[in-house]
């Protein structure tokens, strides 16, 4: 099966379980010997993989060109490999010269799982000693994922123009007693790739992964310190906020984000 440059027919392939190869061209390159070399390649394996072509001058393909994480110095055309795995999907890029041998050698390294996925992704940080932890796409699957631990993410693009990092999760750790069962850490929308069920609502956006549920993570909109520490210490079960931080009284102006919260003793 080969799509060929129908945009809506293209978002369809995502439907079908199969693993899907895509060909991105120009619409000069319409007739290229690369395409007609593609389209008998795809004959050769009809059945085995979805495979679908886009022309990059029609606007609607400049979102899979996004997904498929098409870089600005790619030279036209270019081939992805795209295979579902678990939450996300694994992208791999076809690098040598446009022929068929070099075609069939990338589908037997794929399935000799020889071939290495790209993931969009900052480098891991192997030594965090800090609190909260920076969680990058590389790193965010095996950390939220883990069964054995309740994880609490900060969400944030730092691309939105008048984003401001605050110290939110900072502040959170800091009313938290220590010895607590949650993992914090956040993570850069704009430079990492994120599993696709992953909700972004607010910029911030927080989500909860609870060890017996990792099926069911909670997501919050972007929210006041005070309510994201009550959220996590109703997780907990209790009693754990620093006792300087319990009686507090939750401020509605923008002035008090910062802390929203103040000792009015007991009140």
């Given at each position: 099966m080969c799509i060929r440059d129908r945009t809506q027919s293209t978002w369809g392939i995502f439907g079908q379980d199969k693993s899907i190869i895509v060909l991105i061209t120009t619409s000069q390159q319409d007739e290229s010997k690369q395409q007609q070399l593609f389209y008998e390649f795809a004959h050769a394996y009809q059945g085995q993989f979805v495979f679908a072509s886009a022309s990059l001058d029609d606007i609607a393909t400049q979102k899979l060109a996004d997904f498929i994480e098409l870089d600005q110095n790619d030279n036209l055309p270019v081939i992805r490999l795209l295979q579902r795995q678990s939450r996300?999907?694994?992208?791999?890029?076809f690098a040598e010269e446009f022929t068929i041998e070099?075609?069939?050698k990338f589908i037997k390294d794929f399935e000799e799982n020889n071939l290495e996925p790209f993931i969009k992704s900052e480098e891991v940080?192997?030594?965090?000693?800090?609190?909260?932890?920076?969680?990058?796409?590389?790193?965010?699957?095996?950390v939220a994922f883990d069964p054995t631990k309740n994880v609490f993410v900060q969400f944030y693009s730092s691309s939105d123009e008048g984003y401001n990092e605050s110290g939110a999760l900072d502040q959170v750790a800091e009313q938290l007693v220590e010895g607590h069962d949650i993992v914090l850490g956040r993570?850069?929308?704009?430079?990492?790739?994120?599993?696709?069920?992953?909700?972004?609502?607010?910029?911030?956006?927080?989500?909860?992964?609870?060890?017996?549920?990792?099926e069911k993570p909670v997501y919050l909109e972007s929210k006041p310190v005070a309510e994201l520490v009550d959220f996590l210490n109703?997780?907990?079960?209790?009693?754990?906020?620093?006792?300087?931080?319990?009686?507090?009284?939750?401020y509605t102006s923008d002035a008090a984000d910062d802390l929203l919260c103040v000792d009015l003793g007991g009140r």
């Open positions: 996300r999907w694994l992208k791999y890029k070099n075609l069939q940080e192997e030594t965090q000693q800090k609190t909260v932890k920076k969680l990058v796409g590389l790193d965010f699957e095996e993570i850069d929308v704009s430079k990492n790739e994120l599993d696709e069920d992953i909700e972004f609502i607010t910029n911030p956006t927080y989500g909860y992964f609870p060890k017996d549920q990792k109703g997780k907990l079960g209790g009693n754990y906020v620093k006792e300087e931080y319990k009686n507090c009284l939750l």
